[in-house]
């Protein structure tokens, strides 16, 4: 017998400075999908393996190498200095509460 269920629906709110956050994220997710639609247009081959072979052949061409060392390094870099201003903001956010 089928099950009843019942969907909420709520606005989410959040402090204005998480904006910036959330901008700041959307940019890095934006620049990672470019990233691997670009190697994926470069290796078109990759669209005929299954699931787990694609995925092994992505990780082989995007491990890092000398030769595509320094955009991971720079995406890496971004990534760490978002989770940095994502820690003081919900730190500011906790010491404005009490």
């Known amino acids: ?12 709110q959040y402090p204005p400075q998480s904006a910036r956050s959330f901008a700041e994220h959307q940019a890095l997710y934006n620049r990672v999908v470019a990233f691997y639609f670009e190697v994926i247009q470069a290796h078109e081959g990759l669209l005929s393996l299954k699931s787990k072979e694609a995925l092994t052949a992505l990780e082989k061409l995007t491990h890092a ?15 760490l200095r ?7 903001a919900k730190s500011k956010r906790v010491s404005m509460r009490t």
């Open 82 to 88: 978002l989770q940095k201003t994502s820690a003081q």
């Open 1 to 12: 017998m089928a099950k009843a269920t019942k969907t909420i629906r709520q606005a989410l």
């Open 65 to 79: 190498t000398e030769k595509c060392i320094v955009f991971r390094l720079q995406l890496l870099q971004e990534y």
